[in-house]
């Protein structure tokens, strides 16, 4: 391996591409970080991709071949699974005798060879691509083929059918709402819809969005927080299967111009999944968004959510208070909403009256009261919380403080001897005090009332079918700030990528928090009107470890990877 890397060395610095100066940088990165040195010059900038693959082409004598203007029989593609061409970064192209072309980022990397001679059994003649294009290529070119097929039999079904539906133009036309309605009701139509929620759903998608374009329909499901894009029937399909969605959401089919929000249930074997349904009108037509509510993937138990043993302990302490407020914080899709229902759960008894206020109600809970908000007839949260009052509760949640008239009779429920649980969309939990004293809370009303203040994120898992460990060098462990306690070296943990976790390296997620508690310290502070750094200052000095901490604890225990962890978190400033 060494004198092929040698010999990509030699090829580059005689071409005057890189100078002595970029390889010795570019050998050390390749030290620290590890990946191929090909890699690790264009991602430094040294060199773009295409000057390369001439280098190479010339240098080497393998020929180059731009794979955008050729096309690949399906035969050929079947030799050398999707797996194994991603993990590669390789595709085959052609097949003659016992000859395979093989069109490959590194030519250079002869394991890929052998193992690909060695499951086809052919003999391989390696040819040079660009990585982007064969990246691409492997994405068009493979198939998930279960999906595939099926939509493509249901469409072989409907041929006979007029399918054909009228454009919307600019001004808003559509087609016709009777016939709309009889192309919900048609078979392929029916078979189409329920074919993409129950992929998204096998899947464990959190979300499905179903997105109109100039020329084409575009299908994708969110799966731990990263969006995916699957495979969806042809554009002429896209008007009647949202509005199918709209029959099956009781909503209007024959409005277009305005949003629509909804739901509706539907039985997948053992189970019943909920769907919550958002449709707004574009361009090109509506765009479905659905949010997937499955109860077998979601975890309503507060000791499986993820929480580190300091956190866990913090939350259910607060929570065993007669009184007080508890709020949770962060960004949209960070788990606020899951942590308090898991709270209530933990909380939940036959003497306890818990009643709570959402917009909209995710999960339906069993012997908790759930209101969900309708503005547009006045049930807005600060009059729902007015009546809820009356109900005699024990413990409410309400589902967002939005403004100020919520947050005043939340704050008053909290110091008239309720349990009140809250979110409130802020980064960081001391963020949350100065948001509270901009809405117009006084400080001895926060001081009072408020218990402690979480503020979480939800990072993805390893996928524990493809995990691999790597020794972490001096200066990752200094930029990560890790105190080591021994001379060991420290190990951090990633996923290859398989079968398993669709080549993503993750599978699942876990939830990682700071909690601030208002002690004595704090309270003085707020009393004060601190600014957030010196709020922040202090409930570390008092104990608190930040998100960047307890996600550097998760990447140690080899639950998550480093990128994970910086991208979900922020650096913690300097303090004395």
Same mark, same amino acid.
């Given at each position: 391996?060494?004198?092929?890397?040698?010999?990509?060395?030699?090829?580059?610095?005689?071409?005057?591409?890189?100078?002595?100066?970029?390889?010795?940088?570019?050998?050390?990165?390749?030290?620290?970080?590890?990946?191929?040195?090909?890699?690790?010059?264009?991602?430094?900038?040294?060199?773009?991709?295409?000057?390369?693959?001439?280098?190479?082409? #010339?240098?080497?004598?393998?020929?180059?071949?731009?794979?955008?203007?050729?096309?690949?029989?399906?035969?050929?593609?079947?030799?050398?699974?999707?797996?194994?061409?991603?993990?590669?970064?390789?595709?085959?192209?052609?097949?003659?005798?016992?000859?395979?072309?093989?069109?490959?980022?590194?030519?250079?990397?002869?394991?890929?060879?052998?193992?690909?001679?060695?499951?086809?059994?052919?003999?391989?003649?390696?040819?040079?691509?660009?990585?982007?294009?064969?990246?691409?290529?492997?994405?068009?070119?493979?198939?998930?083929?279960?999906?595939?097929?099926?939509?493509?039999?249901?469409?072989?079904?409907?041929? $006979?059918?007029?399918?054909?539906?009228?454009?919307?133009?600019?001004?808003?036309?559509?087609?016709?709402?009777?016939?709309?309605?009889?192309?919900?009701?048609?078979?392929?139509?029916?078979?189409?819809?329920?074919?993409?929620?129950?992929?998204?759903?096998?899947?464990?998608?959190? $979300?499905?969005?179903?997105?109109?374009? @100039?020329?084409?329909?575009?299908?994708?499901?969110?799966?731990?927080?990263?969006?995916?894009?699957?495979?969806?029937?042809?554009?002429?399909?896209?008007?009647?299967?949202?509005?199918?969605?709209?029959?099956?959401?009781?909503? $209007?089919?024959?409005?277009?111009?305005?949003?629509?929000?909804?739901?509706?249930?539907?039985?997948?074997?053992?189970?019943?999944?909920?769907?919550?349904?958002?449709?707004?009108?574009?361009?090109?037509? #509506?765009?479905?968004?659905?949010?997937?509510?499955?109860?077998?993937?979601?975890?309503?138990?507060?000791?499986?959510?993820?929480?580190?043993?300091?956190?866990?302990?913090?939350?259910?302490?607060?929570?065993?208070?007669?009184?007080?407020?508890?709020?949770?914080?962060?960004?949209?899709?960070?788990?606020?909403?899951?942590?308090?229902?898991?709270?209530?759960?933990?909380?939940?008894?036959?003497?306890?009256?818990?009643?709570?206020?959402?917009?909209?109600?995710?999960?339906?809970?069993?012997?908790?009261?759930?209101?969900?908000?309708?503005?547009?007839?006045?049930?807005?949260?600060?009059?729902?919380?007015?009546?809820?009052?009356?109900?005699?509760?024990?413990?409410?949640?309400?589902?967002?403080?939005?403004?100020? $008239?919520?947050?005043?009779?939340?704050?008053?429920?909290?110091?008239?001897?309720?349990?009140?649980?809250?979110?409130?969309?802020?980064?960081?939990?001391?963020?949350?005090?100065?948001?509270?004293?901009?809405?117009?809370?006084?400080?001895?009303?926060?001081?009072?009332?408020?218990?402690?203040?979480?503020?979480?994120?939800?990072?993805?898992?390893?996928?524990?079918?493809?995990?691999?460990?790597?020794?972490?060098?001096?200066?990752?462990?200094?930029?990560?700030?890790?105190?080591?306690?021994?001379?060991?070296?420290?190990?951090?943990?990633?996923?290859?990528?398989?079968?398993?976790?669709?080549?993503?390296?993750?599978?699942?997620?876990?939830?990682?928090?700071?909690?601030?508690?208002?002690?004595?310290?704090?309270?003085?502070?707020?009393?004060?009107?601190? @600014?957030?750094?010196?709020?922040?200052?202090?409930?570390?000095?008092?104990?608190?470890?930040?998100?960047?901490?307890?996600?550097?604890?998760?990447?140690? #225990?080899?639950?998550?990877?480093?990128?994970?962890?910086?991208?979900?978190?922020?650096?913690?400033?300097?303090?004395?």
């Amino acid at each position: 391996m060494s004198s092929l890397r040698e010999r990509l060395q030699e090829i580059l610095i005689k071409n005057k591409l890189i100078t002595e100066d970029d390889l010795k940088l570019a050998l050390q990165v390749q030290k620290e970080s590890g990946g191929k040195l090909s890699d690790v010059l264009v991602k430094l900038n040294l060199i773009n991709e295409r000057d390369l693959l001439i280098a190479l082409s #010339e240098g080497l004598g393998f020929p180059p071949i731009s794979l955008a203007r050729f096309k690949i029989e399906p035969e050929v593609l079947k030799l050398i699974p999707k797996e194994m061409a991603k993990h590669y970064q390789i595709i085959p192209v052609s097949k003659m005798g016992k000859a395979l072309t093989v069109a490959m980022a590194d030519p250079l990397n002869i394991f890929a060879i052998d193992d690909v001679k060695t499951l086809t059994g052919y003999d391989i003649n390696p040819i040079i691509a660009q990585q982007k294009e064969i990246m691409a290529t492997i994405e068009q070119s493979y198939y998930e083929e279960p999906t595939t097929q099926v939509i493509d039999e249901i469409i072989k079904e409907a041929t $006979d059918m007029d399918m054909e539906v009228v454009r919307a133009s600019q001004e808003g036309t559509l087609t016709d709402t009777s016939e709309l309605v009889r192309l919900t009701r048609e078979a392929p139509v029916i078979k189409i819809t329920n074919l993409l929620l129950e992929r998204a759903v096998e899947m464990s998608a959190s $979300d499905i969005l179903i997105e109109p374009w @100039q020329h084409s329909m575009r299908v994708r499901v969110r799966v731990d927080g990263v969006l995916r894009e699957i495979e969806a029937p042809p554009l002429k399909y896209h008007p009647p299967i949202v509005s199918r969605i709209k029959v099956m959401s009781n909503l $209007d089919i024959s409005e277009h111009r305005l949003p629509q929000d909804g739901r509706f249930k539907l039985r997948f074997q053992d189970r019943v999944v909920d769907f919550r349904v958002s449709l707004m009108p574009t361009f090109h037509g #509506e765009k479905a968004a659905l949010r997937i509510l499955d109860k077998r993937t979601a975890t309503l138990d507060v000791d499986r959510l993820g929480f580190d043993t300091e956190t866990l302990a913090t939350v259910k302490a607060s929570s065993d208070r007669p009184h007080g407020m508890i709020l949770a914080c962060g960004p949209t899709g960070s788990g606020k909403t899951t942590t308090l229902y898991s709270i209530l759960k933990y909380v939940d008894s036959p003497e306890f009256n818990i009643v709570t206020v959402e917009d909209p109600v995710e999960f339906q809970l069993e012997g908790i009261n759930q209101v969900n908000i309708r503005p547009e007839i006045g049930l807005t949260f600060a009059s729902c919380l007015r009546s809820i009052l009356r109900q005699d509760p024990d413990v409410i949640m309400i589902g967002e403080i939005r403004d100020f $008239d919520t947050v005043d009779i939340a704050i008053k429920s909290a110091l008239t001897g309720h349990l009140v649980f809250s979110t409130l969309h802020t980064t960081t939990a001391s963020g949350s005090i100065i948001r509270l004293l901009n809405m117009g809370v006084e400080p001895f009303l926060i001081t009072s009332s408020v218990l402690c203040i979480l503020n979480q994120r939800l990072i993805r898992k390893i996928c524990e079918a493809c995990k691999e460990s790597y020794v972490l060098t001096d200066a990752m462990v200094e930029s990560l700030g890790i105190k080591r306690t021994t001379k060991e070296p420290l190990r951090a943990h990633r996923g290859k990528g398989c079968k398993k976790c669709f080549d993503m390296g993750y599978a699942g997620r876990t939830a990682i928090g700071e909690v601030l508690m208002l002690t004595p310290p704090i309270k003085e502070l707020i009393m004060q009107k601190a @600014q957030e750094f010196e709020l922040k200052a202090a409930a570390r000095r008092e104990g608190m470890k930040t998100l960047r901490e307890n996600g550097i604890q998760k990447i140690l #225990e080899g639950t998550t990877t480093i990128e994970e962890v910086l991208h979900a978190t922020a650096l913690d400033e300097h303090l004395s």
